[in-house]
């Protein structure tokens, strides 16, 4: 029982998706939450979602494509978050690591998503990049629109972050970097962190798991990162798994875990 709460099956690299399916459920993944990163990805995420029964999707702009939120673009994502399968806003966020970036244009379309995962009563899915001094007073100054808690995609901050982060109702996904021999803190966040705050993700086709790390990501491999996990907490690999499920279920409220 592995679940997957970040992948982009919308991505082009993914031709072959009944396989990529096939092989998720062959390795006991029963939960693939496809992320829109812009308007015609997030229509696509809910189209895969119509279509195979374990995935549901996320609708959001991604912060690099924040010249595209208007308010007819918000007035289609509110659609998409009324579907029946789509468990949150996202990605959403800040990203400050490739030039040229506008902050306050990042942070309007962030602020303007926030509030639609609000008025939704939906949480929402954070990518943040490169502005961790950023992030937190950001996140304070809507604290009441938080309600709903909300999502940190690939965690890659710090342990003390993450604690601030949670204190606001973060949950804490971890994907294949957690892996990777050169973690850095890493570890220290996964063994600290609540795990009634925990949730695993493979952010696919990208940043695949060792041993297979520079290869194409995808769900089945989401395994990995949970066993790793287990390890470096020391729990039981089965019974993590089943919180982290249940987490799943409580942040994301339409999703109702495996038959």
Do not use: W
Not at 24 to 44: I, K, N, Q, W
Not at 186 to 196: G, H, K
Not at 197 to 205: A, C, G, K, Q
Not at 228 to 233: F, G, Q, S, V, W
């Amino acid at each position: 029982m592995f679940i997957d709460t970040h992948c982009h099956l919308n991505d082009e690299k993914f031709g072959d998706l009944d396989d990529v399916i096939s092989r998720m459920r062959d390795e006991g993944v029963h939960l693939a939450v496809c992320a829109g990163y812009d308007l015609p990805s997030s229509y696509r995420a809910a189209e895969l979602a119509e279509t195979y029964e374990e995935v549901y999707f996320t609708a959001g702009v991604h912060p690099d494509a924040e010249k595209s939120v208007s308010k007819q673009s918000l007035k289609e994502l509110s659609a998409l978050c009324a579907h029946k399968k789509c468990l949150a806003v996202g990605e959403i966020g800040l990203d400050y690591h490739y030039l040229p970036f506008d902050k306050e244009g990042q942070k309007r379309a962030f602020a303007a998503q926030i509030e639609l995962a609000a008025q939704a009563n939906l949480p929402f899915c954070v990518h943040a990049r490169d502005c961790a001094g950023e992030l937190l007073p950001f996140l304070r100054e809507r604290e009441e629109l938080l309600k709903n808690g909300f999502v940190m995609h690939c965690y890659s901050g710090s342990a003390e972050t993450a604690r601030e982060l949670v204190k606001l109702g973060a949950y804490l996904s971890f994907a294949g970097p957690l892996t990777f021999k050169n973690a850095r803190s890493l570890p220290e966040v996964a063994a600290s962190a609540p795990s009634e705050r925990l949730l695993t993700e493979t952010d696919s086709p990208y940043l695949s798991p060792h041993p297979y790390r520079g290869e194409r990501n995808e769900p089945a491999r989401v395994r990995l990162v949970a066993e790793e996990l287990a390890r470096i907490r020391g729990e039981d690999d089965a019974a993590l798994a089943l919180a982290i499920d249940g987490n799943a279920r409580r942040i994301f409220p339409k999703y109702k875990g495996a038959k």
